[in-house]
């Protein structure tokens, strides 16, 4: 652990000490969110950035040693491991490194130079390397065999090419030169497949057709787009140095000694190791490190956008009366109360073309609106969003609020099995009708139920490591959950399954345990579930809330290791904790200094008073409701100079996608920003932040939407 925590403290510019703890608190199987919010005396205060670097840094350099294990392993058992080379493979600090090392001495299939080698035309190899005056043809001379086939000098010579190939190609050294050229010069080049020019899908990569950019300033969505036009057969890629001549020279130069007869020879091989095994294998190594890269970029955009999204505002708990728009198949209706439970459903089609169908369904509204004492009306943003919207806004009567509620990934839950289990023998569609009344009373409770891929909040999702954007995306959904706490009594077993130290199992036995014994009267009832232990209690408690219990900093994120020290401060200033927290007169004359202990500093304390002045805070802001404008409702209806409100949906690396209610969300592209330059577009958007926007061209054909929110 020592070396593992100075190697990351240096790294990542912070103490040893801090890394240490986190390290052991990880080790004893403590979550993210518990050591940034309950350990801080312990970390230094490291936020959970701090918190989920080391614990990555620190798998990447366990995986290392993992590998240098099983490489030394390797190398004893074919006798193969001199004291040399374990000291070298020993201080790899990095996988390439390690790699390289261990290359030459990697089983492998037979290879030209392998074959030669049988041949036993490895000295001749030798000799040659040497660039002595003795003339090539003489050496191989020697070693003319037809048993062993090797007809003529020239054929002897080829095979010790071969070996100087192989042997220049596995050079550490050469490696490392050629890499780090590769990396500064190389030029990602890109064509179109002959004859797949005029193929319709095609045309998305026509800007790639003819394309070639350095690759180190390529940006990850168009390193992304032109690997996915390869994949999909469109697009020939290249990836090697601008100048391959410079490159040759450079290998060359490492291992010719002269211009003599043997030099050339030895140049030679050296040209064919670069072009038929070097320059391929780096070529290869850096679309991985450029896949890397994109992927990492677009992970993180997706991080943040989902972040935004599942911490948007929450509408809170009203009675809702949700709408699952369509015209054909008609708007599905369901009213909740507010706990989020379903109370009715139905079916109205007030886009039939038939007055008798539209008053129908006018009724319908407003009977079902008065009798379950709606407080707000939540349309999905889908087919047929901004008609039933302009449809319940217009009815004579109608006095409760509409909102539009993106409804990506409805649909996804409504065919889950979270969906299947709540909702047994109701369609489809209405359950996506209670999934978007529920996102909008509360988005973070509704959205874990839905894979976040689903959520369309993503930059080439589907292209990038999956198992790296599933943790990522993981950690993010955690991180939102418990920085706002659950609601112990009423949380969905999805959302509980989030919580620090819980997972699946544990939710599922919460959930049960909840149905057959009624609420939790207290956090400490918590040891009674099935299987939750007390070092899961010890993970999960700070961060389940109880309203309205025995105890009231159960209603709080003070930690119940924390009571003690909060009951002594109650009964230092002569009251009692619920007084304690009602009073800010009795709060101001606490000195923390004086309940400073070994495990509880200022800094734990500190937020224990901010706990005590607002129990159990939202750190989402407040709702605000939001409306498109009316009479825009397609891409028809736009016009260029307009100037739209709009919700921002999406953020990429190039711009933000906004949603001005036309059925086709428009792109504001990074330069369109600002009135200044914009590096990352988050500097200036979030998303479901609700922007003004003016068009600058709309291409109804390819269902393109250019915007701006620059100013005149």
């Not at 002595?132 to 010579?157: H, N």
């Not at 550490?172 to 500064?184: D, I, S, T, V």
């Not at 010890?538 to 309203?547: D, N």
């Given at each position: 652990?020592?070396?593992?925590?100075?190697?990351?403290?240096?790294?990542?510019?912070?103490?040893?000490?801090?890394?240490?703890?986190?390290?052991?608190?990880?080790?004893?199987?403590?979550?993210?969110?518990?050591?940034?919010?309950?350990?801080?005396?312990?970390?230094?205060?490291?936020?959970?950035?701090?918190?989920?670097?080391?614990?990555?840094?620190?798998?990447?350099?366990?995986?290392?040693?993992?590998?240098?294990?099983?490489?030394?392993?390797?190398?004893?058992?074919?006798?193969?491991?001199?004291?040399?080379?374990?000291?070298?493979?020993?201080?790899?600090?990095?996988?390439?490194?390690?790699?390289?090392?261990?290359?030459?001495?990697?089983?492998?299939?037979?290879?030209?130079?392998?074959?030669?080698?049988?041949?036993?035309?490895?000295?001749?190899?030798?000799?040659?390397?040497?660039?002595?005056?003795?003339?090539?043809?003489?050496?191989?001379?020697?070693?003319?065999?037809?048993?062993?086939?090797?007809?003529?000098?020239?054929?002897?010579?080829?095979?010790?090419?071969?070996?100087?190939?192989?042997?220049?190609?596995?050079?550490?050294?050469?490696?490392?030169?050629?890499?780090?050229?590769?990396?500064?010069?190389?030029?990602?080049?890109?064509?179109?497949?002959?004859?797949?020019?005029?193929?319709?899908?095609?045309?998305?990569?026509?800007?790639?057709?003819?394309?070639?950019?350095?690759?180190?300033?390529?940006?990850?969505?168009?390193?992304?787009?032109?690997?996915?036009?390869?994949?999909?057969?469109?697009?020939?890629?290249?990836?090697?140095?601008?100048?391959?001549?410079?490159?040759?020279?450079l290998l060359a130069r490492l291992f010719v000694r002269n211009d003599?007869?043997?030099?050339?020879?030895?140049?030679?091989?050296?040209?064919?190791?670069?072009?038929?095994?070097?320059?391929?294998?780096?070529?290869?190594?850096?679309?991985?490190?450029?896949?890397?890269?994109?992927?990492?970029?677009?992970?993180?955009?997706?991080?943040?956008?989902?972040?935004?999204?599942?911490?948007?505002?929450?509408?809170?708990?009203?009675?809702?009366?949700?709408?699952?728009?369509?015209?054909?198949?008609?708007?599905?209706?369901?009213?909740?109360?507010?706990?989020?439970?379903?109370?009715?459903?139905?079916?109205?089609?007030?886009?039939?073309?038939?007055?008798?169908?539209?008053?129908?369904?006018?009724?319908?509204?407003?009977?079902?609106?008065?009798?379950?004492?709606?407080?707000?009306?939540?349309?999905?943003?889908?087919?047929?969003?901004?008609?039933?919207?302009?449809?319940?806004?217009?009815?004579?009567?109608?006095?409760?609020?509409?909102?539009?509620?993106?409804?990506?990934?409805?649909?996804?839950?409504?065919?889950?099995?979270?969906?299947?289990?709540?909702?047994?023998?109701?369609?489809?569609?209405?359950?996506?009708?209670?999934?978007?009344?529920?996102?909008?009373?509360?988005?973070?409770?509704?959205?874990?139920?839905?894979?976040?891929?689903?959520?369309?909040?993503?930059?080439?999702?589907?292209?990038?490591?999956?198992?790296?954007?599933?943790?990522?995306?993981?950690?993010?959904?955690?991180?939102?959950?418990?920085?706002?706490?659950?609601?112990?009594?009423?949380?969905?077993?999805?959302?509980?399954?989030?919580?620090?130290?819980?997972?699946?199992?544990?939710?599922?036995?919460?959930?049960?345990?909840?149905?057959?014994?009624?609420?939790?009267?207290?956090?400490?009832?918590?040891?009674?579930?099935?299987?939750?232990?007390?070092?899961?209690?010890?993970?999960?408690?700070?961060?389940?809330?109880?309203?309205?219990?025995?105890?009231?900093?159960?209603?709080?994120?003070?930690?119940?290791?924390?009571?003690?020290?909060?009951?002594?401060?109650?009964?230092?200033?002569?009251?009692?904790?619920?007084?304690?927290?009602?009073?800010?007169?009795?709060?101001?004359?606490?000195?923390?200094?004086?309940?400073?202990?070994?495990?509880?500093?200022?800094?734990?304390?500190?937020?224990?008073?901010?706990?005590?002045?607002?129990?159990?805070?939202?750190?989402?802001?407040?709702?605000?409701?939001?409306?498109?404008?009316?009479?825009?409702?397609?891409?028809?209806?736009?016009?260029?100079?307009?100037?739209?409100?709009?919700?921002?949906?999406?953020?990429?690396?190039?711009?933000?996608?906004?949603?001005?209610?036309?059925?086709?969300?428009?792109?504001?592209?990074?330069?369109?920003?600002a009135n200044r330059f914009v590096r990352d577009p988050n500097e200036?958007?979030?998303?479901?932040?609700?922007?003004?926007?003016?068009?600058?061209?709309?291409?109804?054909?390819?269902?393109?939407?250019?915007?701006?929110?620059?100013?005149?």
């Amino acid at each position: 652990m020592q070396n593992y925590a100075s190697i990351i403290a240096q790294e990542l510019n912070i103490r040893p000490q801090q890394t240490e703890a986190v390290i052991r608190l990880l080790d004893e199987d403590a979550t993210v969110p518990f050591i940034a919010r309950y350990r801080k005396e312990a970390t230094g205060s490291l936020d959970e950035v701090a918190v989920t670097a080391i614990r990555d840094r620190l798998a990447a350099l366990k995986e290392l040693d993992k590998r240098r294990e099983a490489i030394l392993a390797s190398l004893e058992e074919r006798g193969l491991l001199t004291p040399e080379l374990r000291a070298k493979v020993e201080a790899a600090d990095a996988l390439t490194v390690l790699e390289d090392i261990y290359l030459p001495y990697r089983p492998k299939r037979r290879t030209r130079a392998s074959m030669a080698k049988e041949r036993g035309l490895e000295p001749l190899a030798d000799q040659l390397a040497r660039q002595d005056r003795t003339l090539p043809e003489a050496m191989a001379a020697a070693y003319v065999d037809a048993e062993k086939g090797v007809p003529d000098a020239e054929a002897a010579l080829a095979g010790a090419r071969d070996i100087l190939a192989e042997r220049f190609a596995e050079d550490q050294p050469a490696r490392e030169r050629l890499r780090k050229l590769f990396g500064r010069e190389g030029l990602m080049r890109s064509k179109a497949v002959s004859g797949k020019e005029e193929v319709p899908d095609a045309a998305k990569y026509r800007d790639y057709f003819a394309w070639d950019e350095p690759a180190a300033q390529a940006p990850s969505h168009r390193i992304l787009a032109m690997f996915r036009g390869e994949e999909e057969g469109f697009l020939r890629l290249s990836l090697r140095p601008r100048n391959e001549e410079q490159a040759q020279d450079l290998l060359a130069r490492l291992f010719v000694r002269n211009d003599g007869p043997c030099g050339r020879e030895v140049r030679a091989a050296a040209l064919d190791g670069y072009g038929r095994l070097l320059a391929p294998a780096l070529e290869t190594e850096l679309r991985n490190q450029l896949k890397q890269r994109a992927d990492a970029e677009s992970i993180r955009v997706f991080a943040e956008n989902l972040r935004q999204l599942l911490l948007a505002p929450p509408l809170g708990a009203q009675n809702i009366l949700a709408v699952d728009p369509g015209f054909r198949t008609g708007c599905k209706i369901v009213c909740l109360n507010r706990e989020g439970k379903l109370l009715e459903y139905a079916t109205i089609n007030p886009h039939a073309g038939s007055d008798k169908a539209r008053t129908e369904a006018g009724e319908t509204l407003l009977r079902l609106a008065k009798k379950h004492g709606a407080e707000v009306a939540a349309v999905g943003n889908g087919t047929a969003g901004r008609e039933t919207e302009a449809f319940i806004r217009a009815l004579p009567g109608w006095s409760i609020p509409v909102v539009m509620v993106s409804e990506s990934g409805a649909s996804v839950y409504s065919a889950s099995e979270a969906a299947r289990a709540e909702f047994p023998d109701l369609d489809l569609t209405y359950r996506g009708a209670v999934s978007i009344g529920r996102r909008l009373a509360d988005p973070l409770a509704e959205l874990v139920k839905i894979d976040p891929k689903a959520i369309g909040v993503g930059q080439y999702q589907h292209d990038v490591n999956q198992s790296e954007l599933k943790r990522c995306l993981d950690d993010v959904v955690v991180s939102c959950v418990n920085a706002v706490g659950v609601d112990l009594n009423t949380a969905s077993e999805q959302l509980l399954t989030y919580v620090s130290g819980l997972g699946p199992t544990l939710a599922r036995n919460i959930v049960a345990h909840r149905h057959e014994n009624g609420p939790f009267q207290t956090r400490r009832d918590l040891l009674k579930v099935p299987r939750l232990g007390p070092k899961a209690f010890e993970q999960c408690s700070g961060f389940l809330r109880i309203r309205d219990g025995k105890q009231p900093l159960d209603a709080s994120a003070v930690h119940p290791e924390a009571y003690a020290v909060v009951e002594r401060m109650a009964k230092d200033t002569g009251t009692t904790v619920r007084e304690l927290m009602q009073s800010p007169e009795r709060r101001k004359a606490i000195r923390l200094s004086d309940y400073v202990t070994d495990k509880l500093g200022l800094p734990t304390l500190t937020d224990i008073m901010k706990e005590l002045e607002k129990p159990g805070r939202d750190p989402r802001g407040p709702f605000k409701p939001f409306s498109f404008a009316e009479g825009v409702s397609t891409m028809q209806d736009l016009k260029q100079g307009m100037k739209l409100p709009g919700i921002v949906t999406n953020i990429t690396a190039f711009g933000a996608f906004v949603d001005i209610g036309v059925h086709q969300d428009g792109l504001v592209h990074i330069s369109q920003l600002a009135n200044r330059f914009v590096r990352d577009p988050n500097e200036v958007v979030k998303v479901h932040q609700e922007v003004l926007v003016t068009v600058l061209d709309v291409d109804i054909p390819r269902k393109r939407i250019s915007l701006t929110m620059r100013g005149e």
